[in-house]
């Protein structure tokens, strides 16, 4: 996966083979999606026969837009057909991320303990207002400054009472307002990491809809992957 910050430059390297028993001069460049830049916009590149070789670009993306965005490379050698070549894992990350670390009681009674992780190449400072669902009212706010390029804190957040939703899925957006006015938001759910004593035994019939004390551990992230 390439993982972009809008506006921050990262270096994309590219590996030429050739499998040909003759050497090549090859020209290769980068189609980016509208907005984007590369330094330098081509490279020419000698192959030997049977060799590979490998370059880089600086690529700086713009803010995220309506479609994935797709990085096609491009290999061009006189007298042979062009060869391009798309990929699209590629990810426009926001300058702070929230990673939510899961909870050992129940929202809202115990406090969401979340850490933010800089992912810009600036010390940031900013506000995070924690909203549920498709609400525009935060349930829970807190401030964070001068985080460190590749730094991390802890925040806690500590929602406002109120009913817990069937099956305690807690669908969350957190809305992330840095200093320098860029604004990011990111949506979630909350995991649990928790045993839960339902007031009524429910019945083994293979229909959850009585399960809704529940709390859920939703297996949707890389860093569950370690290791397997």
């Known amino acids: 996966k390439l993982q972009f910050v809008p506006g921050n430059p ?7 083979n050739s499998y ?5 001069q090859a020209t290769v460049s980068l189609e980016l999606p509208p907005g984007w830049r590369c330094e330098p916009a081509a490279r020419t590149l000698a192959l030997p026969a049977g060799r590979h070789v490998e370059t880089a670009f600086t690529v700086t993306c713009a803010a995220a837009g309506h479609e994935p965005p797709k990085i096609v490379a491009r290999l061009a050698i006189p007298g042979k057909p062009l060869v391009k070549l798309p990929f699209d894992h590629v990810e426009i990350a926001p300058a702070i991320r929230l990673v939510q670390e899961p909870l050992d009681g129940l929202l809202p009674e ?22 549920e669902g498709k609400g525009t009212q935060a349930v829970a706010r807190a401030e964070f400054a001068s985080l460190a390029p590749n730094g991390s804190t ?7 009472p109120g009913p817990a939703p069937a099956f305690n899925e807690w669908p969350l957006t957190a809305d992330i307002a ?14 649990f990491a928790c ?7 429910p019945a083994i019939d293979g229909n959850l809809a009585d399960w809704q004390d529940a709390a859920p551990l939703h297996l949707d992230q890389a860093e ?3 290791g397997s």
Do not use: C, E, I, W
């Open 20 to 24: 040909a028993r003759n050497a090549y």
């Open 110 to 131: 115990t406090p969401m303990v979340a850490t933010l992780r800089n992912l810009d190449s600036r010390a940031q400072s900013g506000r995070l207002r924690l909203l």
């Open 224 to 226: 569950y992957a370690k």
């Open 195 to 201: 045993a839960v004593r339902a007031a009524a035994a």
């Open 10 to 16: 990262r270096d994309v390297r590219m590996r030429v």
């Open 178 to 191: 840095l200093g320098d006015g860029r604004v990011s938001r990111q949506s979630f759910r909350a995991d």
């Open 154 to 160: 802890r925040v806690t957040l500590k929602l406002k």
